[in-house]
Structures are given as structure tokens and as C-alpha cells.
């Protein structure tokens, strides 16, 4: 079926008549003509009750235009207009794909486009968008996760504390030094400060510690990949190894470097916070007599710093802006925690499309791996994804998570041209041989379009031609609705009855 060949609902499913029976040069016509008739008859049973109510003495008000009356004709032909510009403008872009591809957008959860939306493609960190809709729901938008610094008993009237200080993660994805965020290739993002923790420990007295700061990320499993995943994924920093108390991405960064080199990533996550944390306090005049180690913290202990991190609508809008691919596997483990009690990558995704189902969205062929969309079983329609940003609201915390086109994040260098930059905020993804964008679009007059375009390259290398007609899709939906003001179409409102 030719792109956009056919209005669909925000489901895919919807009403196409069979009018291909009738001659092009007369479907305008007829349909004139029934609406008319059907016009006529609505507007007899109308002037009848509007004659019956001055008999009584009632005072008259023009009777509200029906479902069915002629003057609703103009309307209905700018929507017309509108969709065939903007099938004329889509058509020439779509042609010149090369690969497996899905293309979706609605606009007031009415759809315009719909070429083969039900098709489950390799989402890449489109996949995010999924995560962030259950995060949301599940956690809710201000919850916050808590990172613990503890001790066995309150420091000593010198500040001497007697045993180990605990170092307990709580799943924070976001725990980092400023020279370590500063390596981020999109620019600065939010975090939850080391620095700030360690100030915290000295706020609360403690000057000597007899023990080692003992790292804890036993609130998740000790699982630091998916199974599934290449090995270079870690070694080229796509993603840290996965950790409860991860510091700077559980990725190995000395914290008072200016410049130390790329990250590597950590052989034992919770050692490597530990030692972090040890090197500030001492910074900071601390004697810490043992070396960095782990372990599990003592039921019975006494908390000197409670941590909160970022709001969660602030967690996914940091995984959404800069795709960042720990948080989303972090989050991902948390909601197996809450709703399963297993905080595994497999319980989170159970949960995922558990949320998914209780939303009424489209599940058909949806498969989902990791939260991320790292991993290349991954597999989710672009009606999902489209389903998913109308469902949460051109307004929502999810919606202000998005890059925004020649502005922030993973977009800020695309899309910098005066019609689009500021006009789009979408969610990026890419591998190799995936490219994909989902979010919203400024159209004319105010209108929100919601769209969604996943293109599998099936084995070539996404090209810089790829990306470009990706954007041309976006600018053809900027350009909606492409029609004449129906006032201009109808004939003159009628005077006062």
C-alpha cells in the first residue's frame, strides 16, 4: 500500500470506504450530493422544531450546524487538501529509502500517516521511549532513589568512626564527578554530585574512619550486562557495566583529574565507588585507614548521609536528552524491584510490557531485551512508539525529556535550519544499521504532530543520506496542515433567523 494511502485511527485500525467503484471525475460530486440530501433533511426536521418554539413563544437561536449538513463541506475538503500535499510531499522522500522501514504520525491521536505501523523493527534507543513510559507510571514522575552513607554506630565526640563507613547504593544512575560529566560528548547534564556526598560525610562530624569504605550495590543483581550484548560494548563505552552504587557509569575516572583519558569500565563497580569516595574524604582532611572494599552493610547500622537523587522525571529525561544507556538499565532493574522483587533486566521488561498492556497499547511483535535498545533482539512498532507519545501528551514530563532539534542532547547538531531547529523534539536512535527518530513536530497553526520512523538498512551501514531523509519526513509533517482556511471555501454565514 503506497505511504499514507489511506486515514487510520490512533490504533492503525479505521473506516476506508469503498469508493474505488466510482469514477475519480464523480466521487466529489456524489459525495456533495449525499451530504446535501442528508443536509436537507436534518435542516427540515430542524426549521419545523425552530417553528414550534415561536409558536410558544420561545425565543429563537439559530440551530447548531449538524453532523451532516452541507456547510461542515468546506472543512471537510481543507482536511482533504491537507492530507494529499502532505502525500505529495512524503511520497518522493519514502521512495528513496533503502531498507525495511515503518512511518507514523497523528495528530489529536488521529492518525495521517500510517505506512506498515504495525511492523516490529530494531528500535535502537528508541527503545528509551518505552522505559521512560514505565518509569513514569511505575515510579512516578517525583519519586526519588536514596544513596546511604552508614556506619555501624554514630562517629565518636572526635569524629573518630569505629569500623567501616558503608557506601549503599540505591540505584541512582545518575552519581558523578564533574570532570567525569564533563566527557559527555552532548555537553553537561544533570547529576547527583560525589563531591556533594562527600562534603555531607564531613557535615555529619566524621574526621577518622578506623575501617574502609565499604561499597554496597545489593539492591540489584550483580549482572553487569546483558547476555546477550557484544563485548565491545563495554570496552568501546557504550555502556558501563551495571551496578545499585554506580559511579560516574561504574567507568574507572580518577576525580581530581582535569583530564585522565577516556573511561574504562570498572571490574568491580562497587570497589571503584568506594575508592571514589575514600580519595575526596581524604581530600577533604579525612584519615581513612583501610583501603576501598565491599560487602554487605549490617541491618543495624546508623545513617549519616541520605542522598536522594534527581526526581525520576528528571532520571528519564537526562536517559531521553542525552540516550544515556546506563540510566535506562538501571531503571529498568528498578522496576523489576517494585513491582516484581526481582531486580533483574528480565523482571524489568516483564514489567515494561505488563505497563504496556494496562495502557491499551499496541503490543503485536513487541520484544524487549534491555532497556536501552542496545541489544539487536530488541523490537517495537512504530505505532507503539507514536502510541506511546500520545498516550503521555505533547505536554508531558516525557515530552520535556526530548532532545530538541539544533538545541540539546543527541539533536543539538541536527536539524539547525531556521524551519526546524526548536520545531522538533524526538528521541534519537542509531546502530549501524538502524536509524530512528520519534517525537513531536510543530505544525502550522499550533498543530502537534506526533510521529514515529524506524529504518532497518537490513546489513549496510546507515548512511548521511539516511539521516537527511529522515529529516525531510519531519519537515513535510512541519509543514501540516497544508490546506486553505475553510472560511475561504464555504459560502457566506447566513444572517440572523
Known sequence: MALGARLLNASGRGYSPNVTAVPRRLRLPLLLAVVGVAALVIGI???????QRVAHGVSTRRVETPVLSAR???????????????????????????????????VGGV??????????????????????????KVLGADSVLHTEVAAGAKPRSDGT??????FIGGGDPLIATANYVATNKYGPYPYTSLDTIADKVVASGVRRVT????????????????ASWPSRYLSENQVGPLSA????DARTYPVGAATAGPPRPSDDPPRYAAAALTDLLRARGVTVDGEAATGQAPTKRTTLVDMPSLPVRDLVAQ?????????????????????????????????????????????????????????????????????????????????AGLPVAGTSGTLRDRMRGRDLRGH??????????????????DGRGGTKVAFSFVLNTKGRTVSAADLKTEEQLVAALRNYPDAPDPETLGPLPAGPS
Open 45 to 51: 426536521r430542524s426549521g419545523t422544531s425552530s417553528h
Open 72 to 106: 461542515r463541506i468546506p472543512e471537510f475538503i481543507a482536511r482533504g487538501t491537507a492530507q494529499r500535499r502532505l502525500e505529495a510531499a512524503l511520497g518522493p522522500r519514502a521512495a528513496t529509502i533503502n531498507g525495511d522501514f515503518c512511518f507514523t504520525a497523528a
Open 111 to 136: 492518525s495521517i500517516i500510517d505506512h506498515a505501523g504495525g511492523t516490529a523493527l530494531m528500535p535502537a534507543s528508541n527503545l528509551k521511549l518505552v522505559t521512560a513510559f514505565a518509569a513514569l
Open 161 to 166: 568512626v569505629e569500623g567501616d563507613l558503608w
Open 211 to 226: 575501617g574502609a569504605v565499604r561499597g554496597d550495590d545489593h539492591r540489584y543483581d550483580e549482572v553487569r550486562t546483558v
Open 245 to 248: 552504587l554506580s559511579v560516574n
Open 319 to 399: 536517559m531521553l536528552t542525552f540516550s544515556d544507556n546506563n540510566s535506562a538499565e538501571l531503571l529498568l532493574k528498578e522496576l523489576g524491584l517494585r513491582q516484581r522483587q526481582q531486580p533483574s533486566t528480565l523482571a524489568g521488561t516483564e514489567v515494561v510490557t505488563e505497563v504496556l498492556r494496562s495502557a491499551q497499547l499496541d503490543v503485536e511483535g513487541f520484544v524487549q531485551t534491555d532497556g536501552s535498545g542496545l541489544d539487536r533482539g530488541d523490537r517495537v512498532s512504530c505505532r507503539t512508539l507514536q502510541d506511546i507519545l500520545v498516550a503521555s501528551g505533547h505536554d508531558s514530563d516525557l515530552a
Open 424 to 441: 522538533v523534539a524526538a528521541k534519537t536512535g542509531s546502530l549501524r544499521d538502524v536509524a530512528a527518530l520519534s517525537g513531536w513536530v
